[in-house]
């Protein structure tokens, strides 16, 4: 392939994943990464030596991102930044001429949702959320059992994602950022704070004015395999989530311990986090002291998938009838190729998560959030996807932002 053909990428976002990108897009020959961005000029060095590294050029360094949007030379940009930056970095972008690649979850609210999939449409870009179990060849094998009726008629689908995670402890808030962090650019749409260190790298995770806990990090993969089990259900007819932060004494705002059911009529979905010690279900494996994956229950059996593969049981006995084991290779670059094919043929259609599918998935985390943070038991509007006369509810799926950075 020319490098006429190459789809030129910006990478926007270099930490632990924008570095996955850069990893994945260096090595496809459809694409180069023509420029790179963060809004630490420390990371922003880093990226640009690595991209050298490995594709022999090095590429533009930018600090803020609506510089490299009015970069002519780039095609299409990958989004890695914390979530509260995913809809209007997707959006500007769009506006801007640029397909998108956005890790998950693909928004940070539901309000931030709507909004990125009027823009996609809109402008005609292609948008794929960075749920890569769509591309993953065990994981589709497996949805198409399931739709198939492997397990007869599915009635609960149930999402884990025990996955350890330390306390943060507690750190004091700084007058000044560290020398070359841009703070006011980092904390974008979010309200201004004082520079804090629990609060930027990762840990922006567990606080909410960035982050949506481990249901909305980890877990979003977890629902989003659970909704295409179930035949990529959307709206429940309400929600309840509760939980806490157990255990720990720290600066940690989201649970470190959630559970969560949303009623469908004549089936549910549950979801589990559970951040502490904890025991297995299932037969989903663990790696690294964490299980992580799916369980699927049907009027003949059952079925465990995650990571590693998946199995079938059936009948009274629980018997196993099929053992599936994961391809070997990567999980994240048939993803960015499907990417890349999508904006070659100009079709959303071809993307395997699409912004609408990434919206949803993301939007029953935000649901469950907003149950846990409200304290009650929640009626779904389907029709308008908000709460059913709860404004104190319905205020959780938007945020009051701040200016410039509005959705």
């Not at 640009?48 to 002519?72: C, H, M, N, Q, T």
């Not at 209007?88 to 693909?106: M, Q, R, S």
């Not at 979003?220 to 932060?245: C, F, Q, Y």
């Amino acid at each position: 392939m020319g490098a006429g053909d190459r789809i030129n990428i910006g990478i926007i976002g270099l930490g632990g994943r924008g570095n996955d990108h850069i990893k994945a897009y260096a090595a496809d020959p459809g694409a180069r990464i023509a420029a790179v961005c963060d809004i630490d000029q420390a990371a922003l060095e880093t990226g640009i030596a690595r991209v050298k590294a490995l594709s022999g050029e090095a590429p533009k360094g930018y600090g803020d991102l609506r510089e490299l949007f009015a970069d002519k030379n780039v095609d299409a940009v990958s989004i890695a930044t914390p979530n509260h930056w995913h809809a209007l970095a997707t959006i500007w972008a769009c506006e801007a001429g640029k397909d998108v690649y956005c890790e998950k979850p693909a928004c940070y609210n539901v309000h931030e949702g709507e909004r990125m999939i009027e823009t996609a449409r809109r402008t005609g870009r292609m948008v794929q959320i960075g749920s890569q179990s769509r591309s993953v060849p065990h994981k589709l094998h497996a949805m198409q059992l399931l739709k198939e009726g492997v397990i007869g008629q599915i009635y609960l689908a149930k999402g884990l994602c025990f996955k350890r995670r330390r306390s943060i402890g507690h750190k004091e808030d700084q007058p000044a950022p560290p020398p070359g962090v841009n703070w006011d650019l980092f904390l974008g749409p979010a309200p201004m704070r004082p520079f804090n260190e629990l609060r930027f790298k990762y840990n922006w995770h567990w606080f909410w004015d960035t982050g949506n806990g481990d249901i909305g990090n980890q877990g979003v993969h977890e629902m989003d395999i659970a909704r295409w089990g179930l035949g990529e259900v959307m709206w429940p007819r309400n929600v309840v989530s509760t939980g806490g932060k157990y255990v720990y004494h720290d600066d940690q705002e989201t649970p470190n311990t959630q559970m969560v059911t949303f009623d469908y009529g004549d089936r549910e979905l549950m979801f589990e986090v559970r951040g502490l010690m904890t025991g297995t279900e299932g037969d989903i494996s663990s790696t690294g002291g964490n299980r992580v994956g799916n369980l699927f229950y049907g009027s003949e059996g059952w079925m465990a998938i995650d990571a590693n593969g998946f199995q079938v049981y059936k009948g009274e006995r629980s018997e196993k009838t099929m053992d599936v084991k994961k391809d070997p290779g990567s999980d994240v670059a048939p993803h960015m190729a499907n990417f890349l094919a999508a904006c070659r043929s100009r079709r959303h259609q071809d993307l395997h998560a699409d912004v609408a599918i990434g919206v949803m998935s993301a939007d029953l985390c935000h649901l469950a959030n907003a149950s846990y943070r409200a304290g009650k038991r929640l009626a779904v509007d389907a029709a308008r996807g908000r709460f059913a006369g709860d404004d104190a509810a319905n205020a959780f799926l938007t945020r009051v932002y701040r200016k410039p950075y509005v959705v």
